[in-house]
């Protein structure tokens, strides 16, 4: 079972959790993890895909869309709900960082899941929701602000 950690940031606001999410990434990538990064639909995932290119003016962070050719050959994969979690390409990622506010089907074979959390009402009752279902599953956690 995968561990699963939540990241509680204080600001609200969704670009607030992507620039996270991608700074995470970034963290991860440079650790030597393969990187699924799941986001709610494919426009979503389009604008990840450009925030990757610019959140920092001297960040590189190599990665592709599940449904590109590309996305078998590099570490980082921005994959959707109907891309389906479970596409070859994102098999071999060790860390999923999940913005897309479900749990995903295939959870077994990440080590590791990023849950980021904004700081608004909405986000902290919906990451409890996820906290409840992941617990209901045994996953271990950490919970980090």
Not at 23 to 50: I, S
Not at 73 to 93: K, L, Q
Request: with cysteine.
């Amino acid at each position: 079972m995968a561990r699963v950690d939540f990241y509680i940031l204080p600001e609200q606001g969704d670009q607030d959790r992507r620039r996270f999410a991608c700074a995470l990434t970034q963290k991860a990538w440079k650790a030597g993890n393969r990187v699924c990064l799941l986001v709610g639909d494919r426009e979503q995932a389009g604008e990840l895909d450009n925030l990757l290119w610019t959140f920092r003016d001297i960040s590189f962070v190599p990665h592709a869309l599940a449904d590109s050719q590309e996305a078998a050959t590099v570490p980082v994969i921005i994959g959707w709900e109907d891309s389906g979690d479970n596409r070859d390409s994102t098999a071999s990622a060790e860390v999923l960082i999940n913005l897309a506010g479900r749990i995903p089907s295939a959870t077994s074979k990440f080590d590791r899941i990023a849950e980021i959390v904004g700081g608004s009402a909405g986000e902290r009752q919906s990451a409890r929701d996820l906290y409840r279902e992941y617990r209901s599953q045994g996953t271990n956690f950490t919970i980090t602000t």
